[in-house]
């Protein structure tokens, strides 16, 4: 897996991303419909302008297919705390090694490199998929936020919000990495087989 600062390049393949599986009919995503992939991107990039989103392209370097998109948001420096968010991958990698890889990457990072002391992550109430997803990770549940955000659709969202500390890296690192050398035919985002 690769992860590439997303650009208005990555606008065809994203969109056809989002096409596997028509990801925009899921009511409580943010993925774009056919025709909002460049503003979605734009989007991304104000809020990178802005300080406060960090998005990328996901490369499935296999194929050399954009299996997807995801971002650090939420960035909130002065108490060494970024989330990862607004991610969504093409039908056809969704519970494959794609979301393994790519939080193991966006995790090693926030930890490693910028010394995050905690990387947080949330969740509708009623994606229960994605929720697993978060809680496989090693994630702990912090709460509901009842009501937080306005959905596509303008109904009121409540919001699941996880959390990893610095403390428990160690623990969620090896368990990714478990399940990265799980997965059958799947290389290490490192490289490594």
């Known amino acids: 897996m690769r992860l590439e600062p997303l650009s208005l390049a990555h606008e065809a393949a994203l969109a056809a991303a989002a096409a596997d599986g028509e990801l925009w009919k899921l009511w409580f995503t943010s993925v774009p419909a056919p025709g909002e992939t460049a503003r979605y991107i734009e989007s991304a990039l104000e809020g990178q302008a802005a300080g406060h989103m960090l998005p990328w392209a996901v490369r499935e370097l296999a194929t050399g297919l954009i299996a997807g998109t995801t971002r650090y948001h939420d960035i909130v420096a002065p108490v060494d705390r970024v989330e990862i968010g607004w991610t969504w991958y093409a039908a ?20 490693d490199a910028l010394g995050c002391a905690v990387v947080g992550l949330r969740t509708d109430i009623f994606n229960t998929r994605s ?20 959905r596509r659709d303008g109904s009121g969202r409540d919001t699941v919000m996880y959390s990893i500390l610095r403390a428990e890296w160690p623990a969620v690192r090896a368990r990714l990495e478990g399940r990265l050398e799980r997965h059958s035919g799947a290389a290490r985002p490192d490289g490594r087989s």
């Not at 494959?96 to 930890?111: E, G, I, P, Q, R």
């Not at 929720?131 to 306005?150: C, F, K, N, S, W």
């Open 92 to 111: 056809r990698w969704q519970r494959s090694h794609v979301n393994t890889a790519c939080k193991l990457l966006l995790m090693t990072h926030a930890f």
């Open 131 to 150: 929720q697993a997803a978060i809680e496989a990770l090693g994630a702990q549940r912090d709460g509901v936020l009842r009501h937080y955000m306005a």
